[in-house]
Nanobody, 115 residues
Framework: QVKVVESGGGLVHPGGSLRLSCTAS????????MGWWRQAPGKERELVAD???????YYVDSVRGRFTVSRDNAKNTVHLQMNSLTPEDTAVYYC?????????WGQGTQVTVSS
């Protein structure tokens, strides 16, 4: 069964850090670009960061310098290290993985930044 599973969300104070992880599994083919998206209440889902299979990252301007995306191709895992979090980072974070035949989404993990 092909699936994408996230972990690592939670509640953190402003200025704090969280690390999200995502594993894509169930396919014998190599995974292409893997990325993190987020959706805040009342807003559209937006791309936060992604990384190609070759390790090239992309960041949306609002997180560049605070977030770091990385991946382990051997484990089909992608991580998002989030530092200096602000209340504006509060959202459900979704992992997306390109399996070649389709792009699949995880179920999402809640990140709440609040004092």
């Amino acid at each position: 069964q092909v699936k994408v599973v996230e972990s690592g969300g939670g509640l953190v104070h402003p200025g704090g850090s969280l690390r999200l992880s995502c594993t894509a599994s169930g396919s014998d083919s190599s995974i292409g670009t893997m990325g993190w998206w987020r959706q805040a209440p009342g807003k559209e889902r937006e791309l936060v960061a992604d990384i190609t299979s070759g390790g090239r990252p992309y960041y949306v301007d609002s997180v560049r310098g605070r977030f770091t995306v990385s991946r382990d191709n051997a484990k089909n895992t992608v991580h998002l290290q989030m530092n200096s979090l602000t209340p504006e980072d509060t959202a459900v974070y979704y992992c997306n993985a390109d399996f070649g035949f389709a792009e699949l989404w995880g179920q999402g993990t809640q990140v709440t930044v609040s004092s």
